[in-house]
């Protein structure tokens, strides 16, 4: 019998994400801090409103997560607690400390239910298509009970070891994304600099040694100093926070994130929080000196 599949956290990802899990005929009750999200999208897939994460925990088999920080995925395993039963399973799909997942995991055990740490990667392209990545931390039979939930939102399901070890991953995952977000921001900036037709540029780096997602997906928009789409770098700033948490266990130090967290701060101090990360690009713009000569010349 198909699992009842319970979600949280109907953002940016978790809606489309949802959305997933009701194709598969797996949606069965969502829950979101905004009411009217999870009133819209019950309307939407015939799913139950649940009244509170507890009632969600309640009537489902599997509850997936996906919310913004650590402060969060603990809250809402204190208030599921009265609703979860043995055997039932939390998939975090958050990305959080591994100290955090660990955290959770105990509440779950607690109360005899399970805890698997899946933090995804794809951006939110991924999230509607399906095709997000997600590394997963916990009980390898865990897994194979939520694995028909995980395998309608996601194309990739990788095992990295106990409790913790998926979000220990995604931050390796999320210093990669920062140290691309810079150069990728960096460069266009010279581009754009030297006048080059910078969307010409994008499409013939794209097929070299230097293409990247990023610069498939964020390139075109953001020289039209468009940074709407995607992963707020207020979130990637907490994950980068999280990735110096872990560098500092080590006694070890991450320069490349301490100088995208620099820019971070003073795009967050400018109101510009909730933009994408790809909003990079107006710091690396502001090294250019507008008035520097004119641009190259093509001919
Ligand atoms: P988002 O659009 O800001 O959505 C956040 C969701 O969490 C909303 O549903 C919000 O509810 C809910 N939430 C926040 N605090 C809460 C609380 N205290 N109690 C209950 N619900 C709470 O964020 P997102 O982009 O979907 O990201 C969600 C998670 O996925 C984050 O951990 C992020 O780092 C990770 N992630 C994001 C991306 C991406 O490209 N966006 C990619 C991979 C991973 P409201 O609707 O009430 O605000």
């Not at 009217?36 to 925990?57: G, M, V």
């Not at 939102?153 to 095992?159: C, Y």
């Not at 709407?228 to 700033?237: C, M, N, Q, S």
């Not at 107006?282 to 190259?296: I, Q």
Request: charge should be negative.
């Amino acid at each position: 019998m198909n699992p009842r599949v319970g979600f949280i956290g109907l953002g940016a990802m978790g809606l489309p994400m949802a959305r997933n899990l009701h194709r598969a005929g797996l949606l069965a009750a969502v829950w979101n801090r905004t009411a009217t999200k999870s009133r819209a999208l019950a309307a939407e897939t015939s799913c139950r409103q649940a009244a509170d994460p507890a009632d969600l925990a309640r009537g489902s088999d599997i509850v997936v997560l996906c919310v913004s920080a650590d402060r969060d995925v603990l809250d809402l395993m204190a208030a599921m607690a009265p609703g979860l039963a043995p055997e039932s399973i939390i998939v975090d799909c958050s990305t959080v400390a591994p100290e955090t997942a660990c955290k959770a995991a105990e509440t779950a055990r607690f109360h005899g239910a399970d805890f698997l740490d899946c933090p995804v990667s794809g951006g939110v392209e991924g999230a509607h298509q399906a095709s997000l990545v997600t590394m997963v931390g916990g009980d390898p039979a865990t897994l194979e009970r939520a694995r028909p939930a995980l395998s309608a939102m996601t194309r990739k399901i990788a095992w990295m070891g106990p409790v913790g070890a998926g979000q220990a991953t995604k931050a390796v995952n999320q210093v990669m994304a920062a140290g691309i977000a810079a150069a990728v921001t960096e460069a266009l900036a010279l581009g754009a600099a030297a006048g080059l037709p910078l969307d010409r540029v994008i499409e013939v780096v794209s097929g070299g040694a230097a293409g990247n997602w990023f610069l498939e997906r964020r390139g075109p928009t953001l020289i039209q100093n468009h940074f709407e789409t995607g992963f707020k770098l207020a979130l990637h700033d907490k994950d980068l926070a999280i990735c110096e948490q872990i560098a500092a266990q080590y006694r070890g130090d991450l320069p490349l994130v301490r100088t995208v967290r620099a820019d971070y701060a003073a795009l967050m101090a400018s109101g510009f929080g909730d933009e994408d990360i790809s909003a990079l690009y107006r710091r690396k713009r502001a090294l250019f000196d507008p008035d520097a000569g004119p641009p190259f010349d093509a001919e």
